[in-house]
C-alpha cells in the first residue's frame, strides 16, 4: 500500500507527517505533535495532517519522503526519533510500523 504523500512545504526535500486524524488524536497525536514542534534540534519541517489510514495504531509518523513509518509514537519517543533518524539518518528499528517495515530474520 503506497504512503498517502501529503504536499510538503516546496523548499524543503524532506518532512515529518504526524497524523492528527481522530483515532490518533484519541491515542495522543496532539502531544506528540507538540513534542516534535518543542525539539529545537529538528532538522526537518513537522505537518500536523490527516487521517494514514492505520487508525488503532498510533499515534502515526511519517518522514516523507522516504515513506518511514512510525506506530505508537509517544510524546518521551519524539527526540529519539529527532536525533537518530532526523539528525544521524538512522530509523530506530524498534519502532517502525511493521505492517510497512516488517522484519526480516538474518
Not at 515529518?16 to 496532539?30: F, N, P, T, Y
Not at 500536523?48 to 518511514?68: A, D, F, I, W, Y
Not at 526519533?81 to 539528525?87: G, K, T, Y
Amino acid at each position: 500500500m503506497p504512503c498517502p504523500s501529503p504536499l510538503p512545504p516546496t523548499e524543503f526535500p524532506r518532512w515529518v507527517h504526524v497524523c492528527q486524524g481522530k483515532s490518533c488524536r484519541k491515542l495522543g497525536a496532539a502531544q506528540v505533535l507538540a513534542a516534535f514542534q518543542a525539539q529545537s534540534t529538528c532538522p526537518v519541517p513537522i505537518v500536523p495532517g490527516s487521517c494514514l489510514g492505520q487508525c488503532g495504531n498510533g499515534p502515526m509518523v511519517v518522514v516523507l519522503p522516504e515513506k518511514t513509518w512510525y506506530c505508537r509514537v509517544s510524546p518521551a519517543e519524539v527526540p529519539a526519533i529527532v536525533d537518530r533518524h532526523l539528525n544521524q539518518g538512522q530509523p530506530i528499528p524498534a519502532m517502525l510500523y511493521p505492517k510497512f517495515h516488517p522484519t526480516h530474520p538474518d
